[in-house]
C-alpha cells in the first residue's frame, strides 16, 4: 500500500470535514424550520399624514423589530381598499385600518389594538371649509359647493358624511355642484385650504394632528362640525396570522407608553397610546356600514 505525505492526509482529512459540514447545514437549510425571528412581520398603511413621514416609519420600523424580535416591513397603498385586499390574500399579516372596512370585513380580520387620542380610543369626523367662509353652519348649508371626500371606505371621510346628508333628508347628487376623492385626508386638507373644494370631510385625528404641527395648513380650514364619537382607526390582523406573532406585535405596540423610544414615537404620531379595545367600539360604523354588529 502507498502512504501518503503527511500533508496530503492532512488536506484530506479537512476535505472530509468540509463535506460532512456543508451537508449537515444543507440538511438543516431544507428540513429544519426556520427560527420565528426569521419570520417577517407585513404591516399595511395607507399614505402617512405628517411631512416627516419616512424618518417616522424607519423609527417606528426599529422599534418594532426590537420589540418583536421579527423582520417588519411596512407596505404602503394608497387606499384602504388595496390594503384590505391583501389582507385578504395573505400577502400582508397586520394593517393600520380604517373602522369601516374592519366591520365589513370582520369575519377576515382580528382586532389587535386601538390607538388612545386624547385620553379615548375614539374620534370624531369634521367637516371642514376655507377658513374665509363664514357662512357655512352645517350641511344644509353646502347646496352648490365642491366637496372632498377622502376615502370611498373611509367612515369619517366617506360613510359618516353620507349618513349624516341621508339623516337630514340630503342627496349628495343634488347636494353638491361637484365632489371628488381626495384619498387621504391631508389630502382633503389641502383642498379645502387652497379652494380647490369649498367644504370636505376629514378624520378628526388627522385634522388635530396638523394642527399641532402644521398649523399654518389648518389655520386656512374651519372646523363647522364634529360628529359623534366613533371607534379610533384600529390595527387588526388577518384570521389565520400565527397567534404567537400576532401576540408579539399586540405586546409591542400596547408597551410603547411604557418604553423611552415608544413615547417619542406615541408623540410624533399624536397618540397617548395603544390599548387592547373591544370590537364593540365599532358598533355605530356597523349600524350605518349595514354590517354585522360586532359582538
Not at 476535505?15 to 459540514?21: F, G, H, Q, T
Not at 389648518?218 to 379610533?232: D, I
Request: proline letters at 8%.
Amino acid at each position: 500500500m502507498v502512504s501518503l505525505p503527511p500533508e496530503r492526509r492532512c488536506r484530506r482529512r479537512l476535505r472530509a470535514a468540509l463535506l460532512a459540514l456543508f451537508a449537515a447545514l444543507l440538511w438543516l437549510a431544507v428540513i429544519a424550520p426556520l427560527p420565528a425571528a426569521e419570520t417577517p412581520l407585513r404591516i399595511g398603511l395607507t399614505p402617512v399624514f405628517l411631512d416627516d413621514q419616512l424618518s417616522l416609519l424607519r423609527d417606528w420600523q426599529a422599534d418594532l423589530q426590537r420589540e418583536t424580535g421579527h423582520p417588519v416591513h411596512f407596505v404602503q397603498r394608497t387606499s384602504y381598499r388595496e390594503i384590505s385586499d391583501l389582507l385578504a390574500r395573505g400577502e400582508i399579516d397586520a394593517a393600520w385600518i380604517c373602522g369601516a372596512p374592519y366591520v365589513r370585513r370582520q369575519d377576515q380580520l382580528k382586532l389587535l389594538a386601538v390607538p388612545v387620542f386624547n385620553g379615548e380610543p375614539r374620534y370624531r369626523s369634521y367637516l371642514i371649509v376655507p377658513a374665509e367662509d363664514e357662512e357655512t353652519q352645517g350641511w344644509t348649508d353646502l347646496r352648490g359647493k365642491v366637496f372632498a371626500y377622502s376615502d370611498p371606505d373611509s367612515n369619517s371621510g366617506s360613510l359618516y358624511p353620507r349618513t349624516a346628508m341621508a339623516e337630514r333628508g340630503l342627496k349628495p347628487d343634488a347636494l353638491f355642484r361637484e365632489s371628488f376623492h381626495a384619498w387621504g385626508h391631508r389630502n382633503v386638507v389641502e383642498a379645502v385650504a387652497s379652494g380647490l373644494a369649498e367644504a370636505g370631510a376629514v378624520d378628526g385625528y388627522v385634522w388635530e394632528t396638523l394642527q399641532r404641527f402644521e398649523p399654518e395648513l389648518t389655520e386656512r380650514t374651519r372646523v363647522v362640525e364634529r360628529s359623534p364619537a366613533f371607534g379610533f382607526p384600529p390595527v387588526v390582523v388577518r384570521e389565520n396570522l400565527d397567534p404567537a406573532l400576532a401576540e408579539r406585535l399586540r405586546s409591542a405596540l400596547l408597551s410603547m407608553d411604557e418604553r423611552p423610544r415608544g413615547r417619542e414615537l406615541l408623540q410624533r404620531l399624536n397618540l397617548d397610546a395603544f390599548t387592547r379595545g373591544e370590537p364593540a367600539l365599532f358598533r355605530e360604523i356597523a349600524l350605518m356600514a349595514g354590517t354585522p354588529v360586532p359582538p
